[in-house]
C-alpha cells in the first residue's frame, strides 16, 4: 500500500493541528470530536465548521492524488440539503468537491479545472442508515493512466468502485489553497456527519482493503526491522 503525504487521526484539535504525517491545519470554527470507526473523528453539525489543511505542503492538486477516509452520516438519502464530506475546489478555477447531493440522493464529486467544469460522478443507489460507517475513497489522474480502463476520477465506496469518468484535463489546473474537511470551501453545505480517519497521496490508490487499519506504514516499519536484523 502507498504511504500517505497527509494522514491525521481527526480524533481531536491535537490531530488536526499536528498529525501524524503531513503539515497541520486548523480547525473552522468550533467542531467537537465524538466516536467514529477508531475512537473519535470530527463531527460537524452547522455551517462554517471543520478543519483544512493547506494543499501545497501536503501534495494535493489536481494533478494526481487519492484522498480517503471515514464518513458517519447524521442523515439517510431522505435528507433535504446538500452536505459536504472535503472540497480542495475553488469555482472558477478548479478544484475537486465530494459531497452528498440533496437532488440525487447520493454521493457525488464534481471537478473543475482549467477554469472550467469537467464532470460530476454520482454513486446510484447506495442506501445506509443514519449512523452508519461508510469508508470513501477518491482517485484522480488528469492523464487517466494510473487508475486503470483509462479512467480519470473514481469514486470508491466500502472498497468497491461506484463511479468513475474518462474525462480529461489538462496538467497544472489550479485549486484552492486549502483542502477543506467537513464543508466546501465557503465553510458552508456542512457536512452534517462525523468524519475520521484522513489520508491524502500524492499517488492512484484503487485498493481500500486496508480501511480497516487505522495506521499507515506497518508493512514498511516491519521490512526495515526484518532487513537491519539480517546485517
Avoid at 478548479?94 to 472550467?116: K, R
Avoid at 456527519?193 to 489520508?199: G, Y
Wanted: hydrophobic content about 35%; charged content about 20%; glycine content about 10%.
Amino acid at each position: 500500500m502507498p504511504t500517505p503525504k497527509l494522514w491525521s487521526k481527526l480524533e481531536d484539535a491535537g490531530d488536526v493541528t499536528s498529525p501524524d504525517l503531513g503539515t497541520g491545519g486548523s480547525e473552522v470554527g468550533s467542531p467537537t470530536y465524538v466516536a467514529a470507526k477508531f475512537n473519535n473523528g470530527i463531527f460537524i453539525d452547522i455551517d462554517n465548521e471543520g478543519c483544512n489543511f493547506p494543499c501545497a505542503a501536503n501534495s494535493i492538486n489536481l494533478d494526481k492524488g487519492t484522498i480517503e477516509l471515514w464518513w458517519k452520516p447524521n442523515f439517510t438519502q431522505a435528507d433535504g440539503d446538500n452536505h459536504g464530506i472535503f472540497s480542495f475546489q475553488d469555482v472558477p478555477t478548479g478544484g475537486l468537491l465530494c459531497y452528498f447531493d440533496e437532488y440525487s440522493d447520493d454521493i457525488t464529486v464534481s471537478l473543475w479545472a482549467n477554469s472550467g467544469y469537467k464532470f460530476s460522478i454520482i454513486t446510484a443507489g447506495l442506501t445506509w442508515s443514519a449512523n452508519d460507517l461508510i469508508h470513501l475513497g477518491v482517485t484522480w489522474d488528469c492523464t487517466g493512466a494510473d487508475i486503470g480502463s483509462g479512467r480519470t476520477c473514481a469514486l470508491y465506496v466500502d472498497d468497491v468502485l461506484k463511479a468513475s469518468t474518462t474525462t480529461t484535463w489538462n496538467a497544472g489546473s489550479g485549486h484552492n489553497a486549502n483542502l477543506y474537511i467537513g464543508s466546501n470551501v465557503s465553510s458552508a453545505m456542512h457536512a452534517d456527519a462525523v468524519l475520521d480517519n484522513l489520508k491524502t497521496y500524492d499517488t492512484c490508490k484503487v485498493d481500500f482493503s486496508d480501511k480497516d487499519t487505522e495506521g499507515v506504514g506497518e508493512e514498511e516499519a516491519e521490512a526495515t526491522i526484518f532487513f537491519s536484523h539480517n546485517f
